[in-house]
């Protein structure tokens, strides 16, 4: 007699569960799986070349009906969920309730809309969706948007939306772009592509009011020193809440967001959480690679295997064609902490690598990536780099290069400072 | 810059050193000149070294003198002719003849170096003129005129295929002759029972392939040849029957028993193996040069040698003799013309009135000094006290190459008129000209050259002459008329010079002197162009040959001398301050003071700085690790330079090339350390003898830079060296510079190419390179250690798109080669193990056959087969 599980929410770290729960134990689980959106799982992270224009929403849903009834799970898309019975053992749905022997609650997060005058005005959109991604598809070119948020997602949308010829400003509170995975001289090149895009960038921009035009629609973002930036579209784009309501409800552990053991166990013994909902050892989440890590334990929770999940640092990549680049670990500033720089401005590269006792604990890249992956590995492994710290800012492939004998030299005389040492 | 399109195909001598080997010279529709080893001729059969094998590397004009040029201002010839001629005739008139001075050069054809000879001698009336000859054979000369009679090498290379035993001493054969030392290799194969000695306190390439070596004490060449002698004679082996032709014997067995053997600091082992094979060998040649010749007992140390050849009559006959082997290509020529201060011309005495005065009504000279003139070193003493006011400098670089160079750079400075003929102004001492005068070089002069065994060869024009420049005869013939010589100096062609010349020696045959070739003294113009290589004399009554062999020396009382002569250790003396001795000589693919081959990319690929050989254990006792810099002091000066350690250098000496100069390596003229003390009897420098100090020379940072313009950097040390690509360069100093990146633009003079870098400053690190439209012009790799970098790998890129180059080495895909080893064939190190350790290459045939490396000049084979040694021994051990 299989168990019955109840997922609420198909976004990215659920749809990673129950690929691994099927492919582990396909009898296992009567599964049903809630979905405000009218829709399962797609691949929320590519709906900026979506937007951009570059591939279709076909291409990013990664479990589409066919894959559901393949797999019997029966899906309530398009169903918000009301309420848990905790006592009951069971979610009740606008459309009725569906009882459980597990829960997983994996309803993400929702954009942090600041309280600005004006938020809440028609033309004020937030990016999170399907939904929100045609409205800006739908802005004609010629038209101008303001985002508000100079980071990944704003960026991202900004560069979408300019892709369609939509003049687009992007305000920016700190001073400089991605500030949180960037640092000046990387996020100077960043902006530099993305002038060359046509795109604004004001930084050191307060946002102060949305102004509204005589029909109601907002017409123009007004800044702390006055200015005036008119537009058709306003997009939010500051940051995300965990959406725990639903959680706080049914009387569940809840900080920031549901909080959660290392098996993903919330306060209920029969309840779990997963994704951008969770609160994990004071921590939230806004980047994919720890939910499928958290997807990967709760498989094995829920199969009653043991399972631990462990918070590791996490990288960057900003998905705007032509603007690469790379943010891992901490690079701020610090005593002990030891900078490696590479530049190469007229190739657009920049590189810096932190140190902190001979190991790598931060990297920020812009323009030449692909060794990000390398830099990553280094980081969370804690891995000595000292031996490699002549090349390690090159990247894998200058580390296995063939090493002549230190030795060699030696009977026919030639010094040995003429050889590669390391 | 190209040179000008010409074809032809022609015989000529290469210009290295004394082996004089001749070479097949060919310019190809792209102007590009071809250099082969000429096969039919018999200094080296075809072969050639790793030197001249790249001469066509060495002939583009880049830094070439094209043009006169008197106090920096280009000139035409005439200005600047005019200009030497009065000063020099205002100089004679107000100070007299002896306030000038010729330093002239090994480098100068026959032909030159007679008008410069004749000028001086005869007309100016000084014996002023000199040559850098001095510096390397002067010992040699003495030795043969006091034993002799004459400045005369006995034997001919082809004692070397007849000997059975040949001994070479100090000589690194190996490396300073190598087809030569090929030579004996090749007949040694053939010939397995011939025997290789080899005596010299280094272990040297030369050691790799001989049957004994002796490592003796530095300087200690008497004590040992005084051992043999008296060894010799303790087994009756000396010739009673040559006996009659010889004097001294006793005086010189007198001394040979009193010497002190143990002053060679050899073992009765290795002394009584190499007694019994030169005492029980009847062919035995001893080859010496340099390591016996540089040294303040070196005429001593010659006549140790042939005092031994005398005692047992092996001189003179197939397979046995005293065999000097000269540095240069026209050292011998020099000698025979009477380039020497002390001597006059076709081996007549200056000092001599019926010599003196036939030369002199040869000539119609109005005067002729009667005593000898100042020897380089006295040349260069007079010239920094003032006594020398007007100075011909032609070919040569004494500013580097002179003991106490500094101290010459600076007389040479201080000089009132300083006239330089060269290919080049890019040497140290074209530098301190006030007149520079544009010479022909290698390859567009003509002439003759003499080599190490008396044999005459025709150096050819194959190029036409670039820019303005002339042959030198032509410079000095010129300022001879100009000065008022007109008839004496009337010369068209080299051909009426060497006519001359051999009608001179006629006289000088007349006298019954060994040098006469008169028997070519009606030589038409087109018999000189076509001369064969012609070994002296050439009179109607000998023709080449031998000497000595039935006596009929050239002494008063025709008999050979045998000197008594007594060890006596190199002047300075080591001392608390100056622990170590310190030796100099050369290296396989340099040349003198390298302005010909530090213009060949492959020659400068194997050693590309100038370095210390140090013994281990005196290395680890000084603190000094194997990529350190390497402070090295002598009362006359200081050095920096790379640690090479090595246990083929002795415990207590150390060994640095002489090469570098100040146009690629200022710290490394190792000159500048050298004290000024002579052989009394030769006055040739003790090159080999000074006392020095020895500590690590701690910089602060430390850079490798690839360029593809020659930079001229101002660092504490610096080495810059050719490359296929540009330029590779070594530095250290000891003031960091506050941005990497402004110091590199100064450096490069690049204030506007794009920038690459890659800085970690926590670390010291700091890595800057330079494109233009995306290709490489010049990277510097800057470190706290030594830099490690893959240098052969980089000194390649210049010229191309890798914007990886700071990266320091090749992806991994890409194998390194490694330094150079096989110059002609540009095989690296890493190439020749990796085809030894995967494909089971153990045998330096095998390498040749799979890599062509050590089939052409072979002056790598002893290396390879290193290579293969320590492979094997390293199999072993695992």
Redesign the interface.
Known sequence: MPQRLVIVGAGMASGRLLEHLLAQAPEAFDITLFNAEPRGTYNRLMLSPVLAGEISYDEIVTHDDAWYAHHNVTCRFGEWVIAIDREGKRVIGTKGAVPYDRLVIATGSAPYIPPLPGHDLPGVIAYRDVEDTDRMIGLGAGSKAVVIGGGLLGLEAAAGMAARGVEVTVVQRAGHLMNRQLDAPAADLLQQALEARGITVVCNAQSQEILADAAGQARALRLADGSELPCDLVLMAVGIVPSVGLAREAGLRVGQGVCVDDQLLTSDPSIYALGECVEHRGAVFGLVAPLFDQAKVLAQTLRDLPGCFVNKDVSTKLKVTGCDLFSAGDFSEAERR??????????GVYKRLV?ENNRLIGAVIYGDTQDGGWFFNLIRDGVDVSAL???L??GP??????K??PA??????????????? | MKRPQSACSLRSTCPYCGVGCGVLLAVDDQGALEVRGDPDHPANFGRLCSKGSALSETVSLDDRLLTPRVHGQDTDWDSALDLVATTFKDTIAKHGPDSVAFYVSGQLLTEDYYVANKLMKGFIGSANIDTNSRLCMASTVAGHKRAFGTDTVPGTYEDLDEADVIVLTGSNLAWCHPVLYQRILATRKARPDQKLVVIDPRRTASCDLADLHLPLALGSDVALFNGLLAEIEKRGLIDAEFAKYVSGLDAALVSARADDLAATGLSDDVLAEFFDLWCGTKKVVTIFSQGVNQSSSGTDKVNAITNCHLATGRIGKPGMGPFSVTGQPNAMGGREVGGLANMLACHLDLENADHRNAVKDFWSAPVMPEVAGLKAVEMFKAVGEGKIKALWIIHTNPAVSMPDADKVRDAIAGCDFVVVSDITVATDTARLAHVLLPATGWGEKDGTVTNSDRMMSRQRAVLPAPGLARPDWHQLAEVGRRMGFNAAFEYETPAEIFREYAALSGIAGGFGRDFDISGLADLSNTAYADLAPTRWPVSSGKKGGRFFADGGFFTPDGKGRMLPVAWKPPVAKTEKRYPFRLNTGRIRDQWHTMTRTARSPRLSAHLAEPFVEIHPEDASAQGIGPTALVLLKTPNGRAIVRAMITDRTPKGEVFVPMHWTGENAPSGRIDALVPSVTDPISGQPESKGAVVSVTPFAAKWYGFAISQMPIKPKYDYWALAKTYAGYRVELAGMTVPEDWIEEARTLFGLPDADVQTMLDPAKGTARVAFHVNGALVAALFVSRTPVAVMRDYLAALPGQEVPGVLAGKSPANQPDPGPVLCSCFNVGINTILAAIETRGLMSVEAIGAALDAGTNCGSCRPEISALIAKAQTKEAAE
Do not use: G, K, N
Not at chain 1, 338 to 347: G, H, Q
Not at chain 1, 397 to 402: C, R
Not at chain 1, 408 to 422: G, I, R, S, T, Y
């Open positions: 030891e900078s490696i720089v590479f530049s190469d401005l007229r190739a140190i710290r002549d090349t800012i090159f492939a200058y580390q296995d290069a063939p002549p004998e060699a030299p030696a009977p026919v005389d030639v010094p040995v400072f003429m050889e590669v040492l390391a």
